[in-house]
């Protein structure tokens, strides 16, 4: 039954979760010690108390990151026997890399659309002044 | 002089600064009104007041939260006359992107090398259990 239930509980976080809370990932990504966390992980599974070692922090602290690491849906745990195992969520740092990197290119081929449009009129003796106008991202007003 | 002191801020912000403040960006992003304000900057650059429009706040809580935006790198801004205006810091962005990026690729990759060598003990009749040990990732004490 343990198995079972612990299958449906991944499922439940992984596949059927479609977006995390935002809010939650990038405020557990703030934080310089919670973030040195999550390189151990990159590495592997680990322990509580192997991802407090390095950390100059109580046990409490430790556990007080691993919770908010846990409730962004970074990090997942589960304990066998008397010790917890944390791993990493790529689901859901996915959907945060996905966030910013839509912004980013996004803003670089608008920039590189104006690019070319400026290229474009450079030559023409009457070209309009470009810095008032941006024709490569018209928007409608809100 | 006004215009060489810009360019050598632009310098300063965008070439000379290698790595932005991961606290202060990821903080930065952790507010849905401020994802929003990027969200829009996305498209285009735009001044405080339009930022702001739709977003039920105060002008004073808009510019408070551009100058987090400001703080952290992810915005720059420029004033035109009466007019500030803000566009996004394509290199902040990436900075924050590329952080979230390894730490998901290192844990995909070492997953996909435990698939593989599960895959190649499968066969084995006496495989160890595999629920202990991980020799995709063999790691030496901190």
Partial sequence: M???EAILKHVLNNV????????RVFHALADPGRRSMLERLGEGPAS???LGKPLAMSLAAVLQHVQILEGSGLVQS???GRTRTCSLNTETLRSAERWISERRTFTERR????GEYLASTA?????????QADPAAPRAQA
């Fill in 123 to 131: 030559d023409q003796p009457d070209a309009p002044d470009s810095g």
């Fill in 78 to 80: 589960r304990k066998l």
């Fill in 48 to 50: 509580v108390s192997e």
């Fill in 16 to 23: 059927l979760d479609p977006e995390p809370d935002l809010d």
């Fill in 111 to 114: 920039l590189d659309r104006l």
């Fill in 2 to 4: 343990v198995g079972i």
